[in-house]
């Protein structure tokens, strides 16, 4: 497996699949008892996939024999609403319901640090430097939190009371995009860890953004939404504005989650209609349908490969 394009897909059912993302076959699965699983992430290192449900963090080994996970993360009291890796795989970060965004060192199972944001978290990203979590939260804010001195360095709110849904930072720290209850879509630009200058807004859809992705190359912007489809969004390689390209239509329930591949040629969605789908990028064509789920769909993730290194967490599907 150590040139597969490894899919990872979790939700409703208790399941998390690993799928061949170029052939579609089915690799394993893992399952778990909670209700649904609400994101996941895979190490850098392509060893080890991490699941966020409620309350819990499980990490699983993609290598071994064994269905059960290798370490359960306890800590967060609600629904785990996002997660990631540090870029060397030294640490995750977590954001959750409960109000908290936790670090946690992977060795061990307790969190190292917490941050007390004051509302449901329903989204984090980490900014390329390493040293900063963005988040989202029910109350509808944007925080910056810098990870040296553990306190909040910024904060916009775009519409009050308007729930952030989803947060995104392009791969060279040059925009930060967040959407929203209202599909609303609006785009920073990090100045410093202390200013960010507000640039435009777009009304991306007429009903929920649930998810907001930008490709690795920072051309595209993926929006995934209630109304079950998948809008993309281009700009010029001069330019920091973004404008409609096309829409993704083909799922039959709400549009959960996306993923761009590493060469962002192509993206995975995923939905409440217990199906995920690749998409090639530029026609908005549909290349795969991926099945096997019996419930709704709620995250998904890409890795290049299993083992061996040698390639961005986006993947290349071909």
């Known amino acids: 497996m150590a040139n597969t394009v490894l899919l990872a897909t979790a939700g409703y059912d208790c399941t998390i699949r ?21 994101c ?34 306890e800590g967060h009291t609600s629904n785990v609403t996002s997660i990631g890796y540090q870029r060397d795989g030294r640490w995750l970060y977590s954001g959750s319901e409960d109000g908290t965004i936790r670090i946690w060192d992977t060795r061990v199972s307790g969190p190292q640090r917490e941050y007390d944001v004051g509302s449901p978290v329903n989204c984090t990203v980490l900014h390329p430097n390493q040293g900063e979590i963005i988040s989202g939260d029910r109350s509808g804010s944007i925080r910056v939190w810098d990870l040296a001195s553990g306190t909040c360095s910024a ?21 930060v995009t967040a959407g929203n209850y209202n599909g609303s879509l609006y785009f920073w630009q990090p100045q410093s860890s202390e200013k960010y200058t507000p640039l435009s807004r777009i009304q991306a859809h007429k009903a929920y ?20 489809t998948v809008k ?11 404008s409609y390209a096309r829409t993704l239509q083909g799922h039959t329930k709400w549009v959960w989650d996306t993923v761009f591949s590493a060469d962002s040629n192509y993206l995975v969605s995923a939905s409440s209609d217990a199906t995920a789908r690749l998409w090639e990028v530029s026609s ?12 709704g769909i709620t995250a998904c993730t ?17």
Do not use: Q
């Not at 998810?211 to 109304?227: E, R």
């Open 18 to 38: 690993l799928y061949d993302a170029a052939s579609g076959d089915l690799i394993r699965s893992f399952s778990h008892s909670e209700k649904h699983s609400s």
């Open 40 to 73: 996941l992430t895979i190490s850098p290192d392509k060893n080890f996939i991490v699941s966020g449900s409620n309350p819990h963090i499980r990490l699983y080994d993609l290598n071994g024999k064994t269905s059960d996970p290798l370490v359960t993360y």
């Open 155 to 175: 904060e916009m709110t775009p519409e009050n009371d308007t729930p952030i849904s989803s947060v995104a930072i392009a791969s060279d720290a040059s925009i």
């Open 209 to 228: 953004v649930l998810s907001v992705k930008i490709s690795p190359d920072t051309l595209s912007i993926a929006t995934a939404s209630s109304d079950h």
């Open 232 to 242: 993309i969004w281009e700009r010029a390689s001069t330019s920091l504005e973004y």
């Open 284 to 295: 908005g064509n549909v290349v795969r349908v991926y099945s096997g789920h019996s419930r």
């Open 302 to 318: 890409l890795a290049d490969e299993i083992e061996g290194g040698g390639g961005g967490a986006g993947g290349e599907v071909k």
